[in-house]
């Protein structure tokens, strides 16, 4: 709806313009609102205007402004029409624009979808890799940041009408199954492995790798060990099928206390082969070199002098990491054909990234070009009760338990069926907008208590927010539908419809630089005004028609929160 009174100021200025509609609406976008203080509804940036070869540059562009403002004329949809600095205001006639507006939460899960702002995406098939922890260990908490923009991007990119594959690219393969294997055979217990597979896997890992350091022997024998991996040696491969069989299992547990799916489950193992295949494109290309230690590089120097070279191959023949991910890159795209790929890893790899989008385009894979590395920083001081966090599963069964605390202790606290799922969530909620407040390359300290405070901007505010919406819906459900707009002209009735307005810009921004911040820092500022509007504008004990106008309000903020909520991978309650 936003983009229908958009489409009305981009007709209107067409005309006056004499410019294509289409080239005008990125031009036009809603006016950010303050709780306090009245604002129009849109605003025309000269600036856009300007660089789109629209305007000239040489006049003064506040004189522009003013020009231009004179030749528009309100009308029956455009209400008022001012200029602002170096851009031109428009207020949408009151009555139609709330109408129109909440009218639309009867279809509320396509509110901001359809936008016309929206038809210059590219709605192809995406493929994001997110997740991706190695087998045999347990589901670190470094996984989690991985796991859950992973999954706001593979929901972001669905609702928007993309085909979305979402691939889990396990560590499956490399030395470090030598490493483990060979430990295995010293140190395994194949009871252990039955009763508690991945601790004792685990523990196994951790003492061959202490061992090894001191041990060359046992260095030798992992070594040997994953030859006989990548030769296809049966018992090998037994062990190894078996441990990642294992870990699969394990992991979609925790998953599913994330919210989180997996459309594929890949790994690097599947891709050794291919790798070998790499290495002889590389050398039928000329592009392969051998170094004096007899490792295999590729040159990426811009002067060809090796000062800046990717190891690709060891001296004993095995590959690389970034071997099998060139391999992987290139039977996706011909398994699946996607448009663009997303790779979800912390940004200590982005010199991995940056090696492998050079690689691909000099084997001839042009389509690295539509390859994206999305960084993340590190959490820090992520600690339970009983001191250092090492596992996810620790972290989700403390925010539940903290949450169960806090609900315990709260006098807002409604009886629930099932306590423990709702702290569940609401303890996950927390977890995600905590992770997602701030740009996502950027470290941050992890603190239990505030993330978990029922005020202030935290998950727990919004799942607060969307309960008490609930409630109030539900209170007051045997009101008629339909309303009259005219009884919504009190400025914190206005405000939130306002900054409905912008939910597909939004979006928009969002799939551009696949950030969540926006997104949460939408939601928790409609969150803070439907609070206002909460207290302003009562629904029970008013006039039966001021009444159902009010929860027509309520719900389309309850509609968006809900929707927005489950792009960034939490799930709304409706009781807390």
């Not at 560590?171 to 004792?200: C, E, I, V």
């Not at 200590?348 to 691909?360: D, E, P």
């Not at 206005?494 to 950030?515: A, F, G, K, N, P």
Request: hydrophobic share 40%; proline share 3%; with cysteine.
């Amino acid at each position: 709806m936003a983009c229908s009174f958009r489409r009305a100021i981009a007709a209107k200025l067409s005309r006056t313009l004499q410019q294509p509609e289409e080239l005008l609406l990125p031009a036009l976008s809603a006016v950010p609102v303050f709780r306090k203080q009245q604002t129009p509804d849109f605003k025309l940036s000269l600036s856009v205007l300007r660089l789109n070869g629209i305007l000239p540059t040489t006049a003064d562009i506040q004189l522009q402004t003013e020009d231009l403002t004179r030749q528009l004329k309100p009308d029956c949809v455009v209400q008022d029409i001012s200029a602002g600095s170096g851009a031109i205001n428009f207020t949408i006639n009151r009555k139609l624009f709330i109408q129109k507006l909440l009218e639309t939460f009867d279809n509320d899960a396509k509110f901001g979808l359809n936008s016309e702002l929206l038809n210059t995406l590219n709605r192809g098939t995406t493929l994001v890799e997110y997740s991706s922890p190695n087998i045999a260990k347990k589901f670190h908490a470094g996984h989690l940041r991985s796991t859950i923009i992973g999954n706001f991007i593979a929901n972001l990119k669905e609702a928007l009408g993309n085909k979305v594959i979402r691939m889990n690219y396990l560590g499956d393969w490399g030395m470090q199954f030598g490493l483990l294997g060979a430990g295995f055979t010293q140190f395994g217990s194949y009871s252990k492995l039955r009763d508690n597979p991945l601790q004792h896997l685990f523990e196994v890992y951790v003492q061959v790798n202490r061992e090894a350091e001191h041990n060359d022997n046992l260095r030798q024998e992992a070594r040997d060990f994953f030859r006989k991996l990548e030769e296809h040696n049966p018992e090998a491969v037994g062990l190894w099928q078996r441990f990642r069989d294992i870990t699969v299992e394990e992991y979609q547990h925790v998953y599913k206390r994330l919210g989180v799916r997996f459309d594929v489950y890949s790994g690097e193992s599947l891709h050794q082969s291919q790798a070998q295949e790499v290495v002889e494109q590389l050398q039928s290309r000329g592009l392969l070199k051998t170094t004096e230690k007899g490792t295999g590089v590729v040159d990426l120097s811009v002067s060809g002098d090796l000062s800046n070279v990717c190891t690709v191959l060891r001296s004993d023949g095995t590959t690389l990491y970034i071997t099998r991910d060139i391999a992987a890159a290139i039977d996706r795209k011909d398994r699946y054909k996607f448009t663009e790929m997303i790779y979800v890893t912390d940004k200590s790899q982005a010199n991995h990234f940056q090696q492998l989008f050079q690689i691909l385009p000099a084997l001839g894979h042009h389509w690295a070009e539509s390859c994206r590395h999305v960084p993340f920083g590190l959490v820090k001081g992520m600690k339970t009760r009983t001191g250092e966090v090492v596992f996810l599963e620790d972290v989700l069964d403390e925010a539940r338990t903290r949450m169960l605390l806090n609900m315990s202790q709260s006098k807002t606290t409604k009886e629930l069926e099932d306590p423990e799922d709702t702290a569940e969530k609401v303890g996950l909620s927390a977890l995600i907008v905590q992770d997602f407040k701030g740009p996502l390359q950027s470290d941050y300290s992890f603190d239990w208590d505030r993330i978990l405070q029922a005020q202030g901007d935290t998950g727990v505010f919004l799942q607060y927010t969307h309960a008490r919406l609930c409630s109030l819906l539900q209170k007051n459900e045997d009101l008629a539908a339909h309303f009259d707009p005219s009884l919504l002209n009190e400025p914190s009735a206005i405000t939130i419809v306002q900054h409905l307005l912008r939910y597909d810009e939004v979006l928009l921004q969002s799939s551009q630089d696949l950030q969540p911040k926006h997104l949460v820092n939408f939601l928790l500022k409609l969150c803070h005004l439907t609070a206002s509007a909460h207290r302003e504008l009562p629904v029970k004990g008013s006039p039966a028609e001021v009444a159902q106008a009010r929860r027509c309000l309520f719900r389309g903020s309850c509609s968006v929160l809900a929707n927005g909520m489950k792009l960034l991978g939490v799930t709304p309650v409706t009781k807390m």
